[in-house]
């Protein structure tokens, strides 16, 4: 398998950060924290999946078919100790990609997602593939309607450069993606996926964003309890993109997970 789109930054770094993004989005959605990370003296890869970015959309897309292209990215490219980062969909596939590349990885974060299509009510997965696969209202072009679901995921007090950027990036993805990725997440099966979240056994630090009815704290909750010795942080005031809603709040807690479990040098 060829290796999907990524960007390194800061080479020089002895620990590599991996940065897996959702359904909507793409590694350029990661700028603001590929910075502070690099700044901390992490390597930093952010990568494409399957479909996004430069790369292109495979003709049958799967939560298998993402895994193994990341897993080849960190054969190709792991450093001495390695975290992997899953946001929303990349964080239901993290676990997955962990158990291909078995002791390539020394901690996972997981964040802003429930692990797996049924850690949710009946009422929410309807709404979850309508909201992300229907038509554009009438007058509305495709990237317009994206935008406002990007929207309605983040908190209601959602603001500056950072949110400015995820809405830009993630509105930006192609309609056809979105909706292969939305088939991957119904035809992922719930036995491998609580399998797969079951096997980790590295240090793993799972966050959710208060006010997030996607990836939402309760299920989140429910996940971190399979995981031994998980720990799990909720960030206030944020929806689904902590990260850039609260990254004070966000990055106290990440940064103090990297200090434990892979320091920078």
Same mark, same amino acid.
């Given at each position: 398998m060829s290796l999907p789109d990524y960007q390194v930054t800061n080479d020089a770094g002895k620990v590599t950060i991996y940065l897996q993004h959702g359904i909507y989005g793409a590694k350029e959605y990661w700028r603001f924290q590929v910075k502070r990370l690099a700044e901390r003296g992490y390597r930093v890869i952010a990568l494409d999946a $399957? &479909?996004? &970015? /430069? @790369? $292109? /959309?495979? +003709?049958n897309l799967s939560f298998d078919l993402i895994a193994e292209a990341s897993a080849s990215l960190v054969r190709a490219t792991a450093g001495e100790r390695n975290v992997y980062f899953g946001h929303s969909m990349g964080g239901q596939i993290t676990p997955r990609i962990l158990g291909k590349v078995p002791g390539k990885i020394h901690a996972a974060v997981i964040c802003a997602t429930i692990g797996y299509f049924g850690n949710r009510t009946k009422e929410d997965q309807e709404e979850f593939v309508a909201k992300r696969t229907a038509p554009p209202p009438a007058?509305? +072009?495709p990237q317009t309607a994206q935008l406002? *679901? *990007?929207? @309605?995921m983040m908190g209601p007090g959602a603001a500056g450069p950072e949110v400015d950027l995820v809405r830009e990036i993630a509105a930006a993805t192609p309609v056809k993606t979105v909706q292969a990725a939305v088939k991957a997440v119904q035809a992922y099966p719930e036995s491998e996926a609580i399998a797969n979240i079951k096997a980790i056994a590295v240090p793993a630090l799972l966050v959710a964003g208060e006010l997030d009815q996607t990836g939402h704290a309760p299920g989140m909750k429910r996940v971190a309890d399979m995981i031994k010795g998980a720990q799990f942080g909720v960030v206030s005031g944020s929806g689904h993109y902590p990260w850039a809603e609260n990254p004070a709040e966000f990055n106290q807690l990440f940064f103090s997970f990297l200090d434990r479990n892979a320091p920078a040098r």
């Amino acid at each position: 398998m060829s290796l999907p789109d990524y960007q390194v930054t800061n080479d020089a770094g002895k620990v590599t950060i991996y940065l897996q993004h959702g359904i909507y989005g793409a590694k350029e959605y990661w700028r603001f924290q590929v910075k502070r990370l690099a700044e901390r003296g992490y390597r930093v890869i952010a990568l494409d999946a $399957p &479909g996004y &970015g /430069l @790369s $292109p /959309l495979p +003709d049958n897309l799967s939560f298998d078919l993402i895994a193994e292209a990341s897993a080849s990215l960190v054969r190709a490219t792991a450093g001495e100790r390695n975290v992997y980062f899953g946001h929303s969909m990349g964080g239901q596939i993290t676990p997955r990609i962990l158990g291909k590349v078995p002791g390539k990885i020394h901690a996972a974060v997981i964040c802003a997602t429930i692990g797996y299509f049924g850690n949710r009510t009946k009422e929410d997965q309807e709404e979850f593939v309508a909201k992300r696969t229907a038509p554009p209202p009438a007058g509305t +072009d495709p990237q317009t309607a994206q935008l406002m *679901v *990007v929207k @309605s995921m983040m908190g209601p007090g959602a603001a500056g450069p950072e949110v400015d950027l995820v809405r830009e990036i993630a509105a930006a993805t192609p309609v056809k993606t979105v909706q292969a990725a939305v088939k991957a997440v119904q035809a992922y099966p719930e036995s491998e996926a609580i399998a797969n979240i079951k096997a980790i056994a590295v240090p793993a630090l799972l966050v959710a964003g208060e006010l997030d009815q996607t990836g939402h704290a309760p299920g989140m909750k429910r996940v971190a309890d399979m995981i031994k010795g998980a720990q799990f942080g909720v960030v206030s005031g944020s929806g689904h993109y902590p990260w850039a809603e609260n990254p004070a709040e966000f990055n106290q807690l990440f940064f103090s997970f990297l200090d434990r479990n892979a320091p920078a040098r």
